[in-house]
Every structure is written in structure tokens, then in C-alpha cells.
């Protein structure tokens, strides 16, 4: 992606619709519908976690294509969990408790970021807090 076209999407209002994915991922369509669905699968718990089992199975019916889109297995594990993970989106190894099975499980995890209320002056600061932001504002928006 050439600098250019990276100034184009970089913008408050970009982020402020929501389209921090598009920002992480670019338009690869497919890649932003699993994305969305991990996330939406993510926050349909208080903690807004998937244990590793149910992220393989979560993967495995992404796979089979039996939620709407059709992912490989490998691209969802390499392609979309590792950048969550290098970005710091998501925490893996994080134990909760788990009231259903009362003991504590190891999970995925959102995980917000911590950012000032007030944005930096502007460069590369300014930016790295709206993306920040965007991903704090699509996490915490009602499933």
C-alpha cells in the first residue's frame, strides 16, 4: 500500500464511523466479515471472551461456511487472530472465571485499550490514539 493511499483512509472520520476494521485489514471483504462476526462472537459474554475450544470450532464452522462466510481455518488463525494478537486487540492466556463449568478458564480476549480522553497533539500519536479509539468505540458498542 503506498503512503498515499494510507493518508486517504487515515482519518478521524473514518474511524469515527467504525471503519477501524478497514483501517487493520483494508477491504478485503471476507477478512472484515470474520472479523466482525469474531468480535461480535467475542462480546456476547460478560468477558468478552472464547475459550480455544470454542475459537476452533467458531473456526471450523467458518470454515464449512455455515456462518454466512466461507474462511479457511488457517487464514482465520494466521491471518486475522495473529494481527489482532500484534496489534494488542486481542490477549491470548487470560484466565476468567467460568460460572457454567465453575472453574477458571483460559481464554481469547477483547481487550481495551487504555488511551487519554483527549487526543495527543498532532503525528504519530494522534493517529495510534484514534486507532485506539475506533477499536474501544467498536468493542464497547452494543452487539
Known sequence: MSSKSIKLWWNSDSVGR????????????????????????????NT???TRREMRFFA????????????????????????????G???????????????????????LQTIPDRPPSPGFFKQAWQLSKGWNDLVQAPA
Not at 61 to 84: A, P, W
Request: charged content about 30%; hydrophobic content about 40%; glycine content about 6%.
Open 60 to 87: 471450523k464452522d467458518l470454515e464449512s461456511g455455515k456462518l454466512g462466510v466461507k474462511y479457511s481455518y488457517h487464514n482465520f488463525y494466521t491471518k486475522l487472530i495473529r494481527k489482532l494478537l500484534d496489534l
Open 18 to 45: 467504525g471503519d477501524i476494521l478497514t483501517l487493520v485489514f483494508g477491504e478485503r471483504d471476507e477478512t472484515l466479515k470474520v472479523a466482525k462476526l469474531t468480535i461480535d462472537k467475542m462480546k456476547q459474554t
Open 48 to 50: 468478552l471472551s472464547m
Open 89 to 111: 486487540f486481542i490477549e491470548r492466556g487470560v484466565a476468567v472465571w467460568d460460572a457454567k463449568h465453575q472453574k477458571t478458564a483460559i481464554v481469547y480476549q477483547l481487550k
